[in-house]
């Protein structure tokens, strides 16, 4: 069936099947209705998100090789879409930008004027969002929208902002998402929900708006035995990733295993050990580079700089990711509060896994691994919490 006209469109919380091609036509739909379309594609060695006008460069037939300190692009010998796991990008780069301006002033007959930029964003879809990103938006949403004061410019952004999902069906060996019940299936927030089988992709709709980029595509609706092995997708990735295996979700195996976390009772486990001899272990291996948070699809550190231009007629303060690894994250007007590595990893690992959990209801982890694929020395966050619960007093 062809949907021309809204009335014959799949209702929303339908599952439709389409061919792989039409893809392309929903990306086509987007940039017609005026928004900028951002895509994952191979650059640099690595899978990145990217703006683009269609869904040709998308990694078809590629997969990332992931361990602690290690990425890795090669031939997967298939024709997957989607058979990458995540990159070092995320979505957080486009609803909390690396620098933005907060306010500016200007000079003018010796007199200064200062006013905050209009909180403004334009129309942003994001194709391929996993799981584990879907929840870190989730999280940035109770950061910057559910708590006292709201963040203007991220409330702007997210409200322009379309998601295009993607049910994972391969694990690298950092994945941990099942540990922290993100992934590998997505669990709603999206506008379209994709999952890949052998020639096709079969869709669940989110949204009126997911409904309507349908319109240009031939879609069906899905029998009960195609619904049935669309979900099969994640639940048997779930299944394997359990067992400590990791690899497509159809039983082709990667030798790398997997890794997983146990979250019972993490809060006070990680409170209550502050003192324990793990964080001087881990502090020697720690390069306070800050890699761990840039990476991460949750943390919101920011650092406000005033910069001004050389009139000295033109000065604008900008807000630019932070980090807690940095000495002048802890610095207050008696020095730097956190002046040791130790304390910094400390810092970093206590709040994403606990102290979080008294902040925002919820854990800051997500289980998607960057920190540990892109730490330089492979540092693992699952085995130093392990660590720390196999030898506390």
Request: glycine letters at 8%; charged letters at 25%; a negative charge.
């Amino acid at each position: 069936m062809s949907g021309n006209s809204s009335y014959n469109l799949p209702a929303v919380g339908a599952l439709v099947r389409i061919a792989k091609e039409d893809l392309g036509r929903i990306v086509s739909a987007l940039r017609e209705r005026g928004y900028r379309t951002i895509l994952p594609k191979v650059a640099d060695g690595a899978v990145v998100y990217e703006e683009a006008d269609d869904a040709q460069s998308l990694p078809v037939g590629w997969i990332d090789q992931q361990e602690g300190g290690s990425y890795r692009l090669k031939p997967s010998g298939r024709d997957g879409w989607f058979d990458y796991v995540v990159g070092p990008h995320s979505v957080k780069r486009y609803l909390f930008p690396p620098v933005e301006t907060i306010l500016q002033g200007n000079r003018v007959d010796g007199k200064w004027k200062f006013e905050t930029p209009d909180a403004q964003a334009e129309l942003t879809a994001v194709i391929g969002v996993r799981g584990c990103d879907l929840h870190a938006i989730a999280i940035q949403d109770r950061v910057f929208l559910e708590g006292p004061y709201v963040d203007a410019a991220y409330q702007a952004r997210r409200e322009k902002l379309a998601l295009i999902a993607v049910n994972c069906r391969r694990a690298a060996a950092t994945c941990f998402c099942h540990s922290m019940e993100t992934g590998p299936a997505v669990g709603g927030n999206f506008d379209l929900a994709l999952t890949e089988l052998e020639d096709e992709f079969v869709v669940e709709i989110g949204t009126n708006l997911g409904r309507e980029l349908l319109s240009g595509c031939r879609w069906s609706a899905c029998s009960d035995e195609e619904t049935t092995a669309a979900r099969q997708v994640p639940d048997r990735l779930r299944q394997k990733m359990e067992q400590g295996r990791r690899g497509f979700a159809d039983g082709e195996e990667e030798a790398s295993p997997g890794r997983s976390i146990d979250t019972d009772g993490i809060r006070d486990l990680l409170v209550n050990n502050l003192e324990h001899r793990r964080w001087d272990d881990v502090a020697q291996r720690c390069l306070s580079c800050a890699n761990c948070t840039l990476v991460c699809p949750t943390c919101f550190c920011a650092s406000v700089d005033d910069v001004a231009d050389l009139t000295g007629d033109h000065v604008q303060r900008e807000r630019t990711w932070g980090s807690c690894f940095t000495a002048e994250h802890s610095y207050m007007n008696s020095g730097v509060v956190r002046n040791t590595t130790r304390s910094r990893y400390r810092q970093w690992l206590v709040h994403k896994l606990a102290t979080w959990i008294d902040q925002f209801e919820t854990s800051g982890c997500v289980g998607c691994g960057r920190c540990i694929t892109w730490c330089p020395v492979g540092i693992d966050l699952t085995a130093e919490v392990a660590a720390i619960r196999e030898t506390q007093p």
